[in-house]
């Protein structure tokens, strides 16, 4: 090569001209050369709604580091997250605001199925491990098409023999799995699929198949649910979003719109189009304080409101005006034996005004979005891969698993830090330490038992003016966790004084995060 010249690359070249230059192998391959060159967002939507919040480190404000016990699965219900969100089958923005998953009720449960169960560290016997079956069929890399898999059981869902019994079990015995308690039996159960195609970048077409694999007819209830993360109940939040029903010539229509300024820009107004006529629920996404922490704070609507509707038949704990930050699509089905029904929803930012079938080549997108998919694996995965039917599924299968495990995680560090009074950088690392080290229980004898109740730092206490002493009376508002003979105070009255302990989140008065 001559010096000073060098050879033709794309180096030099504009996004332009790359483009015009760029010859996609198919419809997929397209989409993903828009977003490496920022033309088109496609990947704006994906299965970034996290499995599991309940019990993580990011949720945790307790002085001991005790997640698991801070944050439990029986909390998750009615109990508003501080840093995510989490669903079955679920999908959200790439900012984790709006929020889309499934919920289910076989008439048995003493719950909604809203998320996956699973036991913490110190109730397995070989520590943390999901209890439930679920399968990650398909996805492409921007998400254009992605098929979901999970295994419900007709029976009323195990939670306690699982907990009971895996904790009874030694190291050296094998685990007790779902399958174990024979909640499966004649395959009473229901295969539940969830397909995602998009027809646009916010446009995302849904489907959900549920098969009943019994013998019998069998009733579920399917809760197609929309809500925003709340980022409004805190110290630094801003205004609270709306979910609410609109008056569209009687079809069943959700509209989601933040009113914050901070998130408008990247998270516009969404609409949720449900096919039939699905009676609409909506709550709040806020704890019930009444369940959490034994006290009304007056928020007649908490984050379980429709799992009180529906469960328990509590017909005010869901709002008639039809507004709210939570919401969902009440499907009753009865599917007989063998048989399956479809639910077709509709997630868009085309407005209703704009959009007068939003059913109307529903099916045709899903097909074409499966086909593309089927022709970019062909073009990635090996020819002898492609000529063993078991090796391509297991290879496409593996390569969905990655894909759907692309999930949100937020975490501001330094205000999480600062919440906890543990920023190195503020000056607070030793002094954090020597509150950790110096927590202040109290032996509280009550008519249905003996209970450690832990308070918090013993200088919280002592700035507070606060001694307790062997024989007072008090009155404990709190919450109790799960499996344990010990309270986590949120509020202690003594007479006419009354010390503040927490929050309605929960987090500590003395955090900074109120």
């Known amino acids: ?40 967002p496609w990947k704006k939507w994906g299965p970034y709604l996290s499995e599991r919040q309940w019990g993580t ?56 199925k809203e998320r996956l169960f699973g036991l913490t560290n110190n109730e397995g016997n070989h520590g943390e491990d999901v209890k439930e079956y679920y399968f990650y069929l398909d996805s492409t890399p921007t998400h254009s098409y ?78 197609p649910t929309l809500w925003y993360r709340n980022t409004w109940s805190w110290h630094d939040g801003g205004p609270k979003p709306i979910v609410e029903a609109i008056d569209a010539d009687g079809r069943a229509i959700l509209r989601a719109q933040h009113t914050d300024p901070a998130l408008k820009e990247s998270v516009a107004q ?39 509707y529906v469960v328990h038949g509590r017909r005010n704990a869901v709002n008639p005006d039809r507004i709210g930050t939570k919401a969902a699509a009440h499907y009753h089905l009865t599917i007989p034996g063998g048989q399956n029904s479809v639910i077709r929803l509709r997630l868009t930012t085309i407005p209703p005004t704009e959009l007068a079938d939003a059913f109307g080549n529903f099916d045709g997108v899903v097909q074409a979005r499966i086909s593309e998919a089927d022709h970019f694996y062909d073009a990635v995965i090996s020819p002898v891969v492609r000529a063993d039917p078991d090796r391509y599924n297991v290879v496409r299968q593996a390569l969905a698993g990655m894909l759907w495990g692309k999930q949100h995680y937020y975490l501001d560090a330094n205000q999480w830090l600062d ?23 109290l032996k509280l004898n009550a008519d249905s038992g003996t209970f450690a109740v832990y308070l918090g730092p013993s200088w919280f206490l002592e700035s507070n003016g606060v001694k307790f002493a062997k024989g ?26 009354v010390l503040v302990l927490r929050n309605a989140q929960g987090i500590p008065d003395w955090s900074g995060g109120h």
């Open 472 to 497: 007072d009376q008090i009155e404990v508002t709190g919450s109790k966790l799960q499996d344990k003979d010990m309270i986590i105070a949120r509020e202690v009255k003594r007479g006419d004084q």
């Open 57 to 112: 480190v990011r949720e945790d404000y307790s002085e001991n580091g005790a997640a698991w016990e801070y944050f439990p699965h029986d909390h998750a219900r009615s109990r508003a997250y501080r840093w995510g969100e989490d669903g079955l089958a679920g999908v959200c923005d790439d900012h984790g605001i709006l929020c889309f998953a499934l919920a289910l009720w076989n008439g048995n449960d003493p719950i909604l």
């Open 1 to 40: 090569m001559d010096e000073g010249k060098t050879s033709k690359s794309s180096l030099g070249q504009t996004a332009k001209e790359r483009k015009s230059a760029f010859k996609p192998i198919g419809a997929e391959s397209a989409r993903l050369f828009e977003c490496r060159e920022s033309v088109v």
């Open 146 to 223: 992605m098929k979901y898999l999970y295994k419900y059981p007709q029976r009323a869902y195990p939670y306690e023999d699982l907990v009971t019994t895996n904790q009874h079990r030694s190291r050296d015995e094998l685990e007790y799995e779902l399958l174990d308690t024979c909640v499966f039996d004649d395959n009473r159960y229901f295969d539940v699929f969830v397909e995602y195609a998009k027809a646009a970048p916010e446009d995302l077409l849904i489907r959900i198949c549920v098969c009943n694999r019994g013998p019998d007819p069998a009733l579920i209830h399917v809760l």
């Open 270 to 308: 969404h609409y949720l189009h449900c096919e039939g006529t699905p009676q609409l629920l909506f709550t709040e996404n806020e704890t019930n304080n009444v369940r959490i922490f034994r006290r009304s704070d007056g928020q007649p609507y908490a984050k379980d409101g429709i799992d009180e």
């Open 419 to 441: 919440e906890h009074r543990a920023h190195p950088l503020r000056g607070a690392s030793a002094q954090a330490r020597q509150e950790v080290s110096g927590p202040i229980y």
